[in-house]
C-alpha cells in the first residue's frame, strides 16, 4: 500500500547524449527508442520521464543511461540492452512485454 508520505516514484531514464557517449550517433537512435517506449508504454502516474544529460560521470563506458527510482547505471547500452534494462528495472513491476 503507498504511503503518503513516501509516494511511489515514477520510472525517470536520463539518457546520456553527451559529446562521448553520441560521438558518433549511438545514443540518437536510443533516445528515438526511448521516446517511442513512452508512447507507447507510458502506464504510470504519475507518468514515466525521460531526460537527456550532456555528461553522466562514466564517458569511457558509453553509451550510458541512468533509471531512477534506484539510480541505476546502464553502460554501452544499444537497442537491445536498452529493451533489456527496460523490462527489468522499469517494467517489470507492471508486468508490461
Ligand atoms: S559523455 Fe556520456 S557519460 Fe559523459
Do not use: W
Not at 547505471?73 to 533489456?84: E, K, Y
Request: one cysteine or more; proline letters at 10%; hydrophobic letters at 40%.
Amino acid at each position: 500500500m503507498p504511503d503518503d508520505a513516501n509516494p511511489p516514484q515514477p520510472p525517470r531514464v536520463i539518457l546520456c547524449l553527451g559529446q562521448n557517449c553520441n560521438a558518433d550517433g549511438a545514443a540518437d537512435p536510443l533516445y528515438a527508442q526511448l521516446q517511442a517506449v513512452l508512447n507507447a508504454h507510458d502506464v504510470f502516474d504519475p507518468p514515466f520521464t525521460l531526460r537527456s544529460a550532456n555528461c553522466l560521470d562514466m564517458y569511457e563506458f558509453g553509451p550510458n543511461a541512468v533509471i531512477h527510482p534506484g539510480h541505476i547505471r546502464c553502460n554501452g547500452l544499444d537497442a537491445d540492452g536498452l529493451a533489456q534494462v527496460l523490462d527489468r528495472y522499469v517494467f517489470a513491476e507492471k508486468n508490461i512485454d
